[in-house]
């Protein structure tokens, strides 16, 4: 019998940092830019503590004309990115069946129920603070050990935002600033690009905004002829680490981008892939969205010259989830 070869291990060395009893890791340090202990030392939900009542209820006063715009991308078809496996679609019994006579309500009725299995973050959706860590922490300090296999995050599940994501949306078109019907994958967007977007749309980013950056990136690649090698590459534009400070400093609630990653990919020189995600998630404890389809609403936006509305989105409220599919809804 051939010999099987041992699985490489790199070996470990036990942590030097203790974690106290509310599982934050004593002594941790953020990044420059950072909102640990502003919301409460043992806050969970970020920069969702901006979305105040009465900014929701201000947010609502934009509702004009009620249009509505839908910023998901169908559940079902490839998403662009690849990153994660399609859902899978699944029926235990169907109203077909039952006109064949063979259904769960026999002939007389005619019944259907289905099932989906499928990555939390595998369509348009939102990164959960146990998401994406550094140096053992998560935002606030918690501990990245907090967060396993068998036990779901044991702090900052995505269920803390249960309540949903409402208050004003902005969307800054930094394609249609730059003149071009999709940025080029790999190109960053940082303050400057936020900052023109917003002054030639005329419109301002207050504390408290969703800012919906829209790059054609996802709109471009579902227009891709299958099998093309663009369609499968990764490279994207996406917001740039040098934009953390402005994200900061704008109190944005939430940053959603029509791209798989909301971070430029690859990332830029001197930054690993997950930099980004390491200063906003864990520095910052920033809502991040993925995957937003803002094409329509930034079509519109570009013909009516109104720029913001009335925001919704209600993540799941899955226990010990990391991530959750998201049906952002626009209303102007």
Request: aromatic letters at 6%; hydrophobic letters at 40%.
């Amino acid at each position: 019998m051939r010999d099987i070869p041992d699985v490489p291990f790199a070996g470990w060395d036990p942590p030097a940092y203790r974690v106290d009893t509310d599982g934050k890791v004593v002594g941790a340090e953020p990044g420059p830019h950072h909102n640990w202990g502003r919301f409460g030392e043992l806050d969970q939900i970020g920069t969702a503590n901006h979305l105040t009542a009465e900014r929701v209820a201000a947010a609502a006063t934009l509702v004009k004309t009620g249009k509505r715009f839908s910023l998901a991308l169908p559940i079902g078809p490839p998403t662009p990115g690849g990153y994660r496996a399609e859902p899978l679609h699944l029926y235990r019994f169907a109203a077909g069946d039952g006109v064949l006579g063979s259904g769960r309500g026999g002939s007389a009725f005619q019944v259907s129920d289905d099932y989906v299995v499928m990555a939390l973050q595998a369509s348009t959706q939102l990164d959960g603070f146990g998401h994406v860590g550094g140096d053992s922490t998560l935002y606030n300090g918690y501990w990245a050990g907090l967060v396993t296999a068998t036990g779901g995050a044991r702090r900052l599940g995505v269920h803390h935002l249960a309540c949903g994501i409402v208050g004003r949306a902005v969307l800054l078109d930094v394609a249609r600033h730059l003149g071009v019907a999709h940025l080029e994958p790999g190109l960053p967007i940082g303050p400057d690009e936020l900052d023109g977007a917003a002054a030639a749309q005329g419109v301002h980013v207050h504390p408290g905004d969703i800012v919906l950056v829209h790059t054609g990136h996802v709109g471009w690649k579902l227009g891709l002829p299958a099998g093309s090698p663009e369609a499968t590459n990764r490279s994207e534009p996406g917001i740039s680490t040098r934009a953390i400070p402005w994200l900061h400093d704008h109190d944005v609630a939430m940053i959603a981008t029509d791209t798989a990653a909301c971070s430029v990919v690859p990332a830029e020189p001197g930054d690993e892939f997950l930099t980004w995600h390491v200063a906003a998630l864990r520095d910052l404890g920033l809502l991040v969205g993925e995957l937003f389809d803002l094409d329509e609403l930034a079509d519109d936006c570009a013909d009516d010259g109104v720029s913001e509305g009335f925001f919704v989105a209600a993540p799941m409220p899955l226990v010990g989830s990391s991530g959750s599919p998201l049906n952002p809804i626009v209303v102007k």
